[in-house]
Structures are given as structure tokens and as C-alpha cells.
């Protein structure tokens, strides 16, 4: 049973990595491709092409982001802050 529950762990490990490859790369180069069809302005294809990156690179350190916002919001401290400003507003 142990043996199951492991392959399976690893069937998912790899299709998230192929997706997170295979499929992220794909999007990036079809958003490219995109703007550069119906623009044919070279400069906004690069700008695409960064915030393609950009995409890419959120999705790929995701779990980073997620844990940092959550020790963020989980902060006591945090919490009292943001309590006292939403007085302050009204």
C-alpha cells in the first residue's frame, strides 16, 4: 500500500513539472507569438515576452509567495496594525 501512495506522490510530482514546463513555456511563446500578430510592434512582443517571465517565474516560485504572505498575515502583530489603520480611515 505504502508503494502505491509513493508512485502515485511521484506521478503527481511529474505531471506538475511537465505542466509547469512543457505547458507554461507553450503559453509564453503563443502570448508572444500573439502580440507580435496582431501588433507587429517588436517593442510591445518584448514587453509580452517579460511579463510572459514574469508569469512563468510567479508560477514556478508560487509556494515561496504563498508561505510568505502567509506568515505575513498570520503575524500578530500584523493583524493589530491593520486593525488600527481601518480606525484611522473611518
Known sequence: ?????SD???????ITNLLVGAVMALIC????????????????????AIAACA???VVMHMVTFRDAAGQDLTHPGAIS???QRVGQVR
Open 29 to 48: 511563446v503563443a502570448s508572444v507569438v500573439t502580440v507580435f500578430a496582431k501588433t507587429r510592434s517588436v517593442v510591445q512582443s518584448f514587453v509580452m
Open 1 to 5: 500500500m505504502a508503494g502505491i501512495i
Open 55 to 57: 508569469l512563468w517565474f
Open 81 to 83: 496594525a491593520v486593525s
Open 8 to 14: 502515485a506522490g511521484s506521478l503527481a510530482n511529474q
